[in-house]
């Protein structure tokens, strides 16, 4: 979004308020956490991908104050401003589970949502023998729904790979703490004979799992390899800011992504209540409307380009295949391609693995990426 102002206002009236030394490509943790990408392939420094004569303020925001437009940061610095562009993610929430984060001292544990701890998820797979291999989903909204399973058809993938799977005590559960029900996309689809789903099980206490890490998996005789998603929640400075809505989520138009209460403010990606799957894909369609939004705006006009919703999840169901499932707000199927998506392909493992990361870092983070819309509309000929 920084770039796409630049290009409006001018270089030397935008800044960024990042505190990160690294910016990471976080789509492909996924195939790290499996082996089939380095990790060292997923980040870049901040100060490569900030736009060229944009302003980089290194500090972290502390306090949002829309009536008086300015923000404070940590580090004490007012800002003021005249529009606001909140980007400011999710958080997890892994202390709120009990025994964690310590418990990722533990060789058998991994999560591919942390720089820190994908990795341990490819050293757990390696190290498996038999067992269960249990992979948890909060009842939290999270960020890209699909790796709790994508990392699951994943190792699924690996074991048979080095035929572990003919072995009798192999066991893999997505072991979901909210209702099985809210998992199911249109896509969703399950390899039964060798998935097992474990539902609704929670400790009573407020807590994710029981102490001593995790009694209820011990429960189902413990486990061999456990991947976590950890709870998700707004970021703090959110949560009790002028801007939020009683979640806690950036309360912006589902349409236009103004703030429904302040006109110069604007919420985009995981940070805000669109009612729409939180993924890289919706951040980028998001930001070609967001970018028209703005425009008319500041010239005191209505905004008129509407969001539709669009996410997509390119489901990792194995090394060389993937399901892409694109949909909007009504979850209604909003395929780009002019093929059969919900089969898997190798091509879109390959869309997914090699051609996005080359996007993201050479066409969006330039401003040019709004999503597939128009791609979608040449596929159909202008038909949807
Ligand atoms: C996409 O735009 C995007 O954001 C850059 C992703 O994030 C990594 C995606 O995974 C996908 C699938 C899209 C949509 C793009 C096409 C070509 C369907």
Same mark, same amino acid.
């Given at each position: 979004?920084?770039?796409?102002?630049?290009?409006?206002?001018?270089?030397?009236?935008?800044?960024?308020?990042?505190?990160?030394?690294?910016?990471?490509?976080?789509?492909?943790?996924?195939?790290?956490?499996?082996?089939?990408?380095?990790?060292?392939?997923?980040?870049?420094?901040?100060?490569?991908?900030?736009?060229?004569?944009?302003?980089?303020?290194?500090?972290?925001?502390?306090?949002?104050?829309?009536?008086?437009?300015?923000?404070?940061?940590?580090?004490?610095?007012?800002?003021?401003?005249?529009?606001?562009?909140?980007?400011?993610?999710?958080?997890?929430?892994?202390?709120?589970?009990?025994?964690?984060?310590?418990?990722?001292?533990?060789?058998?544990?991994?999560?591919?949502? /942390?720089?820190?701890? !994908?990795?341990?998820?490819?050293?757990? *797979? %390696?190290?498996? $023998?038999?067992? =269960?291999?249990?992979?948890?989903?909060?009842?939290?909204?999270?960020?890209?729904?699909?790796?709790?399973?994508?990392?699951?058809?994943?190792?699924?993938?690996?074991?048979?790979?080095?035929?572990?799977?003919?072995?009798?005590?192999?066991?893999?559960?997505?072991?979901?703490?909210?209702?099985?029900?809210?998992?199911?996309?249109?896509?969703?689809?399950?390899?039964?004979?060798?998935?097992?789903?474990?539902?609704?099980?929670?400790?009573?206490?407020?807590?994710?799992?029981?102490?001593?890490?995790?009694?209820?998996?011990?429960?189902?005789?413990?486990?061999?390899?456990?991947?976590?998603?950890?709870?998700?929640?707004?970021?703090?400075?959110?949560?009790?800011?002028?801007?939020?809505? /009683?979640?806690?989520? !950036?309360?912006?138009?589902?349409?236009? *992504? %103004?703030?429904? $209460?302040?006109? =110069?403010?604007?919420?985009?990606?995981?940070?805000?209540?669109?009612?729409?799957?939180?993924?890289?894909?919706?951040?980028?369609?998001?930001?070609?409307?967001?970018?028209?939004?703005?425009?008319?705006?500041?010239?005191?006009?209505?905004?008129?380009?509407?969001?539709?919703?669009?996410?997509?999840?390119?489901?990792?169901?194995?090394?060389?295949?993937?399901?892409?499932?694109?949909?909007?707000?009504?979850?209604?199927?909003?395929?780009?391609?002019?093929?059969?998506?919900?089969?898997?392909?190798?091509?879109?493992?390959?869309?997914?693995?090699?051609?996005?990361?080359?996007?993201?870092?050479?066409?969006?983070?330039?401003?040019?990426?709004?999503?597939?819309?128009?791609?979608?509309?040449?596929?159909?000929?202008?038909?949807?």
């Amino acid at each position: 979004m920084a770039t796409r102002m630049k290009r409006k206002v001018g270089a030397e009236n935008v800044a960024i308020v990042e505190p990160s030394e690294r910016h990471f490509y976080q789509p492909i943790w996924t195939l790290v956490g499996a082996g089939a990408k380095q990790l060292s392939l997923s980040g870049r420094p901040t100060v490569s991908v900030i736009p060229s004569g944009v302003e980089w303020i290194q500090d972290r925001v502390a306090e949002l104050n829309p009536d008086k437009n300015c923000i404070r940061t940590d580090n004490g610095k007012e800002i003021s401003y005249r529009y606001l562009i909140i980007a400011l993610g999710i958080q997890l929430d892994y202390e709120k589970i009990k025994g964690l984060p310590e418990g990722f001292a533990y060789p058998k544990i991994g999560s591919n949502y /942390s720089v820190k701890t !994908v990795e341990k998820t490819w050293k757990a *797979l %390696q190290d498996f $023998k038999e067992g =269960n291999a249990i992979f948890t989903f909060p009842n939290t909204p999270v960020k890209c729904a699909g790796a709790p399973q994508k990392i699951m058809y994943l190792s699924e993938a690996y074991f048979r790979k080095i035929s572990l799977l003919n072995i009798k005590n192999l066991n893999l559960s997505l072991f979901s703490l909210s209702s099985f029900k809210n998992l199911l996309h249109p896509f969703f689809f399950l390899k039964q004979n060798t998935l097992n789903i474990i539902k609704n099980v929670t400790d009573g206490s407020g807590a994710y799992f029981k102490n001593p890490l995790f009694g209820n998996i011990l429960k189902l005789g413990g486990y061999e390899m456990l991947h976590v998603t950890p709870p998700m929640s707004s970021p703090d400075v959110l949560k009790t800011s002028p801007v939020a809505d /009683s979640a806690g989520w !950036v309360d912006v138009d589902k349409e236009t *992504l %103004q703030h429904k $209460k302040y006109p =110069n403010v604007f919420g985009i990606g995981d940070c805000t209540n669109l009612p729409t799957s939180k993924t890289a894909a919706a951040v980028a369609a998001q930001s070609g409307i967001l970018d028209r939004t703005i425009s008319l705006i500041m010239k005191n006009q209505k905004p008129t380009k509407k969001y539709d919703g669009y996410t997509s999840c390119p489901l990792v169901t194995g090394y060389n295949s993937v399901i892409l499932a694109e949909f909007d707000y009504r979850a209604e199927p909003l395929e780009t391609f002019p093929f059969d998506q919900s089969k898997e392909r190798l091509s879109m493992y390959l869309m997914k693995a090699d051609m996005m990361p080359f996007l993201y870092w050479n066409i969006m983070l330039r401003g040019y990426w709004g999503g597939p819309a128009f791609f979608r509309k040449l596929f159909h000929l202008g038909m949807s």
